[in-house]
């Protein structure tokens, strides 16, 4: 237990769908993160979030669209989603972006699969 | 564009037996974490290196990071079927417009037989 949730563990939905992966961090974080995780690639940075603020957009596609209600809460909506979108999707919080270690703590991941 | 070059990618073993996974980079890092993960589950962070030539043992895990901070290994001793999972290493940068982004290598997937 890491002290990061995300919801729904899995998730199956169609190339027409719209859904929400949720991520609540319990350790007082102020910076929260959505990475991509894709079979034989590295983790791929998606979105920084500190103090509710978008800080980072690595070139993602507009039909992933994140929102940061507080510190605490973070979403990815999802629509007209691709089958090549098909992967686990890791929510992490840390400290702030500005901590010298960097430390992250990651959540369990969302397996979504695209048919 | 930073990248970590993280070998092997493959390991399988027998139990009892050591191991070395290593993670290099052509650029300095201001720190160096090590994660494990395992099927299904997010990474776990192991362990966190920041200075230069600095060796860090988590039981039977040896950690250190190269003295000029663009490399890093980690050493298994007498590995168990426990082990067996993703390895992995991501490096921090302290400026400019990476700031805040860890930088991941591609993982290492150990198995440990009994």
């Known amino acids: 237990e890491t002290g990061v949730t995300q919801t729904p563990r899995h998730l199956v939905m169609g190339m027409t769908n719209k859904k929400s992966l949720k991520c609540e961090q319990h350790?007082?974080?102020?910076?929260m993160y959505w990475y991509k995780q894709s079979a034989k690639k590295p983790l791929e940075l998606m979105f920084v979030?500190?103090?509710?603020?978008?800080?980072e957009n690595n070139s993602v596609p507009s039909r992933f669209s994140p929102e940061c209600p507080n510190s605490s809460h973070l979403f990815l909506h999802l629509h007209t989603l691709q089958p090549e979108d098909s992967a686990l999707y890791l929510c992490a919080s840390s400290q702030s972006s500005a901590d010298i270690s960097y430390e992250q703590y990651f959540g369990p991941g969302t397996r979504l699969t695209v048919t | 564009t930073q990248l970590l070059e993280q070998s092997p990618q493959f390991l399988s073993i027998q139990e009892g037996e050591n191991l070395t996974v290593y993670c290099n980079s052509s650029?300095?890092?201001?720190?160096l974490q090590w994660y494990r993960q395992e099927p299904g589950e997010g990474p776990v962070l192991l362990v966190t290196?920041?200075?230069?030539?600095e060796v860090k043992k988590l039981k039977r895990l040896t950690f250190q990071f190269g003295d000029a901070r663009k490399d890093s290994s980690l050493h298994i001793t007498a590995a168990q079927p426990g082990d067996t999972g993703l390895y992995l290493c991501?490096?921090?940068?302290?400026?400019?417009?990476?700031?805040?982004?860890?930088?991941f290598g591609q993982g290492t997937i150990l198995t440990v037989h009994p």
């Open positions: 650029s300095v890092f201001s720190s």
């Open positions: 979030y500190n103090f509710k603020e978008q800080t």
């Open positions: 991501a490096g921090a940068n302290a400026g400019g417009t990476s700031y805040g982004k860890l930088t």
């Open positions: 350790l007082g974080h102020n910076a």
């Open positions: 290196v920041v200075t230069g030539g």
